[in-house]
């Protein structure tokens, strides 16, 4: 199998249209993607106080509807974005028109980009998307082909542990009814130590790993110690 496929193959086709669907409410503040609403302010200000976005050249990986890529873009980054689910890019092409916002949106892998852009990004944020693929690990591995020399990796993914389990699939899924059903799989969340080994063998060093608490009674989320659901983690490139 060459790269190309390799590429082509990494992602899967039920999850692209879970989320597709979802295109059209994503910027809805009180739709179905109402805890990533919730969630980007923290996840924008954990980047920023680790880069000086002003100028700066920011990859979004797995953008969705483009929440995160706009902030990254207000804050004064050169962002580009990109995703496999095509409503999902038409939908933030669509908003970038309402807000004037400049991002430029790409419908493609992020493995074709890391071939074709090597060393070309100051910071790369890959939110909420590792588990959601087959292969996490050449995912980390393209991102870090992506950035420059001391450029920094941004992630955010679901611990696998019992608390997690309970809070983001039984809790948010089933009981509060936060997120539509099916959108997680437990066998498919990440520990930090299988995150830290992804990020060793793709050439990174784990900067730092910080719990991200969603509170939805007060609709927020704040940065936590606990990282036994949630959690964010920064890596640099030597």
Request: glycine share 6%; charged share 20%.
């Amino acid at each position: 199998m060459n790269e190309s496929t390799a590429a082509s193959e990494n992602f899967s086709q039920a999850e692209l249209d879970k989320f597709g669907a979802l295109a059209n409410r994503w910027w809805d503040e009180q739709g179905p993607q109402k805890a990533l609403h919730a969630l980007n302010p923290v996840r924008l200000e954990y980047v920023r106080q680790r880069v000086s976005l002003t100028g700066a050249r920011v990859l979004d990986v797995g953008c969705g509807g483009g929440l995160l890529s706009e902030a990254l873009a207000r804050a004064g980054a050169q962002v580009t974005a990109i995703d496999l689910a095509p409503e999902l890019i038409k939908v933030a092409r669509l908003h970038r028109l309402e807000s004037g916002v400049q991002v430029d949106y790409q419908l493609r892998p992020v493995e074709s980009l890391a071939e074709e852009m090597p060393g070309q990004f100051d910071a790369v944020t890959c939110m909420e998307m590792l588990e959601h693929v087959p292969d996490p690990a050449a995912i980390i591995a393209a991102c870090a082909q992506l950035l420059k020399p001391g450029g920094r990796l941004f992630l955010s993914t679901l611990n696998r542990t019992p608390a997690a389990f309970a809070l983001a699939i039984v809790g948010a899924e089933y009981i509060a009814r936060l997120l539509p059903t099916g959108t997680h799989h437990y066998q498919d969340f990440i520990k930090p130590a299988e995150l830290a080994a992804w990020l060793r063998a793709a050439g990174l060093q784990l900067e730092d790993v910080s719990g991200l608490a969603y509170e939805p009674w007060r609709e927020r989320a704040r940065l936590s110690s606990r990282t036994d659901v949630n959690y964010l983690a920064c890596a640099v490139k030597a």
